[in-house]
Each structure stands twice: as C-alpha cells, then as structure tokens.
C-alpha cells in the first residue's frame, strides 16, 4: 500500500517553532525548506536547525522530507551531508534533472531516504519520464508552477490554464511509473474558494496530492483529496457485489441493474484505500 500524500506542507527551515509541531497540522507529509524559504545568510545555521531537529524530535506519523538546495549549488551537497546522519524520510531535489537526481541517489546509497524530484522547467518535464527512472527511491513528484511559469516566460494566472498541459503530463507518467503526482501551491493563502477550486482541478487532471505554503490550507486540500461518505459506501457496495459474484462463480456483476467491470472495481478498490489510511473506515 502506498504512503498517503494528499498533502504536503512547506515549513521554513529557519522556523524551530513550526518544525517542532509539524506532527500537529494534519499534513500527510511536511517538507522542511532550506531552498527557496532561507536567505543566503542563513544556510549554514538553518542546515544545522534542520538537522538537529530531526535527530532528537519525534515528529510521529508525519513524514518529513527536507527540500535541499539546489545540486547546481554548494548548499546542496552540503545539505544531502548533513541529512545523512538526519536521515529523514525523504530529500525533495529542485530544479530536477535525471543528472541531478543520480547524483543524490549515490549520496544517500547507504540510506533509506526516498527522493521527490520538482519539475520546474520546460527540460525537466520533458525529460520527466528519465527523472524518474533515474532513481528507484523517488516515491513522488512535485510540479512547481511558479518557476516552471517563469522559465517558459508565461504570465502565471489563478485560472491555470497556461498549466494544464504540464500537470496533467506530470501526472500521467507518474501514473505509468506508480508514483504520486503532487500538484503546484496554491499562493493566495487568503483565497479558500481559489484554493478549493485549484485543488479540484489538479484532482481533475490526474494529480494524486497537492503541496500547501499554509497549514490554513490542509483540511480544504485533504478535503479535496479523500473519498466522501456516498462514495465510499458506493464503493463498499461495487466491492461487495464483485465479491459475492466471485463466491457465485458469476462472470457477470451488476449493480442496480448495472454492469460493473474491472475498472470500476479498481477504483472502488481505490476509494477504500485511501478511506482506510485516512482513518474514514
């Protein structure tokens, strides 16, 4: 059974008060950010807050991943260092090449890290299929629209229609590779029906979670991204009666005077899978 990510929140790693309670935001997962959310003069000393903070707090359940520097940089490699004796569940690598992603995957060789890669540009999702086979501990990819906008040289809108194409090619390789596909931030923090809007888009396009900035964000994107109650009793129903023709020796299910077939019974599957790890049923 695959991790549960319906959503993964972005805390800065210079904020000792938000690492220490990121088991307390509802998050599936918490990415600990020393990129983007740390200024130049404050890599060494937020590197060793990161650090220091995964070695002797208990975040429970929560999965933390560390977003490193980019590989392009000296922050990087120094990050991957200092998260060796760290070790948290998993590094996210921006600005993701297939090069930069094997380049990690031999620092953590002795580990049991996982890797998410960022597509952030025109290249990375073109080659978004070599990224992930570069690495069998990549579990995940994250689109980052924001860069991946201004690489392109496109005004990026809350519509999104200038991303469509990206997330949803994102999100089909990661389909065909059995990865989780996590869809862009949403940056109005204040816009809850833009967010909930947005969510129900990237869903719509085949993305399997989404990254918040906010922790105000979480219960509107799991909302989004778990089952209702109608559909999780539907789904009962599918599975009960594809059981019930198995005993039955019956080559033929239907439902209220429906046929079910293979595809529906795997989505029902799905449905109570992702019921049961996000504790519905």
């Known amino acids: 059974m695959n991790k549960l990510r319906r959503t993964m929140l972005f805390i800065p790693g210079d904020n000792p008060g938000m690492i220490q309670n990121a088991d307390v935001f509802g998050a599936d997962s918490v990415i600990i950010d020393l990129e983007d959310a740390v200024g130049a003069t404050e890599k060494d000393s937020s590197r060793l807050l990161v650090r220091n903070a995964l070695l002797n707090l208990d975040l429970g359940a929560v999965e933390t991943v560390v977003r490193i520097n980019g590989m392009d940089t000296v922050e990087g490699a120094q990050d991957i260092d200092a998260l060796l004796v760290a070790k948290p569940d998993g590094i996210m690598v921006p600005k993701a090449t297939a090069e930069y992603i094997r380049a990690v995957d031999e620092m953590v060789k002795d ?25 069998d501990r990549i579990k995940g990819v994250l689109f980052g629209a924001e860069d991946f906008t201004a690489d392109m040289g496109i005004k990026r809108t809350k519509e999104g229609s200038e991303i469509f194409y990206a997330r949803n090619r994102i999100a089909a390789v990661c389909k065909a590779f059995g990865v989780d596909a996590i869809d862009t931030p ?11 809007k947005d969510t129900l888009v990237g869903k719509s396009l085949g993305m399997t979670g989404k ?11 799991n909302g989004v991204y778990s089952p209702t109650v109608e559909e999780i ?30 595809p529906i019974i795997s989505r029902a599957e799905k449905v109570v899978e992702i019921a049961k790890q996000a504790d519905l049923i």
């Open 111 to 135: 580990t049991e890290i996982i890797l998410f890669p960022i597509i952030e540009g025109a290249y990375s999702l073109e080659t978004v299929a070599d990224i992930i086979k570069a690495s």
């Open 186 to 196: 949403f940056t109005d923090t204040n816009d809850e029906e833009g967010l909930e």
């Open 211 to 221: 990254a918040a900035i906010n922790p105000r964000q979480i219960e509107i994107i």
């Open 233 to 262: 009793n539907e789904a009962m129903r599918i599975i009960n009666a594809a059981e019930k023709a198995a005993r039955e020796g019956k080559g033929v299910i239907s439902l209220d005077g429906k046929m079910i077939d293979a």
